[in-house]
């Protein structure tokens, strides 16, 4: 659905398209190396997740802080896509049910938008399991720096 | 205004106390050695955190999904606290607000229960930094285990 | 995609239809007749809503409470179409974000099951204006009674 | 702890007090004639609510979306409180737990500011019954219009 990035001729999807939010994965967050962006769109954000390189609780199920971790950075992403390097996006608000103990191996995270304002930016986030069981549902709230990040040269 | 633990003569507030507490910190959430227990009664629990030991995000703030996990875990030990050690109580929803950014250094976590089901528990938590001011709060729904884990001897 | 209820011949995607839903709304909701449902199945529930005849805040916008009061009878309504009659079946949380205000006029509310489990079962709802934008987004937690109540007979 | 309202000498706690609140809910919240705010300052409301006066659901109990009403107001009022009147004050998400079924007769909310700030403020509310049990544990944003609305004029 959605392409590569800002970088292609006549594309003005996002901004950032998956090669330079995974860079930004990278350099930013190193406690993610699980986490890979494999597609995004202005609206939605699908990121593949590594399982075998998560943080576990007693019993083995990925913790729940964890699986937190990895619905917001998918929402982060996801408005970096769209705006741009913005750091200092901030969360104001997350709200996580924890819904089935996930089968062990490779998790996705879908985001949407629910509302992209100027100041403040919903994302609603699912996290999966490899059978496509629903493991969490999550509402993200971020707050919008006023004063946007130049962006970055682009080549 | 609870101190210490079960073990005391004619103390029968908490089944673990602050100790105890610690020692289940140390052998099952190694990712937390921030974290000390220092008060605990049946509804109340203060967690102090060492700041310099926390994942931060861009900016130096000390992440929201870490902070999320100061409230979890304050959340688990309140609720281990209460029916001694049942590692499978699961958190089933987590809800928090980040209100201000910490200033650096140590932190606090507040706990109480709101309510004490024999299935579900909900747990108020607050984090707070060493000037007392509010960085988040949450609300945490835990999942009990039906047949509670038997006791380990005490000594 | 889903058909009239469990008394159609060889159709056991729900216990109630939407016609029995609706006289559920009628007996026990009285507040509520701004409220149809027009299509459900095991997972999802479409409702109908007259925006004509619901409360208003200073502004004349539909009021958050009222909003909630919508998607909350969604998630009971879907709720009882799948188990049958379940009047006690009780909201434990409810957490919305608003998200644009409606444009006079009817409105929809969309809910999912996010998880139906024995005891506890959680709905994520959505409710949309006349053009399809999204004004309010929800997820609901539903005690399930552990007795079920009798289903009444059928003719 | 704060009394009266900005029209006494020398009270700048806040700008509206109890019986300036109270007459805003005559005026603008026809549907909540059971609610009185008995006590206010710039941080806390107490809200005292005649049980009798509320709408119930099936099985008796004052409903989820009626219970979030009067978190949603004493919020609101809590806002006005400090600000002066600000009717276009929304709220931008509302969670709330369920927690104990009230006992008939009066209840109370108390509500106090998690967070003010210029543009969005976090409230914290709690419910409880005649005996002091917690009914319902709330958190509560609310978007502050930039452009403040003249404050009326003081006799």
Redesign the interface.
Known sequence: MSTESGTAVGTVDVVMGPERLNELIDG??P?YPACRVVEVDRRTLTMAVDGNRL?T???G?I????Q??LV?LAAFLLINARLGPT??A???????????RPRPGDLQVRART??FGR??C?V?AELLDADDV?VA?A?L?Y?IPPIPEPSPPRE
């Open positions: 930013q967050f406690d943080r609780r007693p019993g199920t913790s729940g802080p964890e937190a971790g917001d750091l200092m901030l969360t104001s608000s997350l709200q996580i049910n924890f819904l089935n629910a509302k100041r403040l919903v609603l629903l549902s509402t709230t707050a």
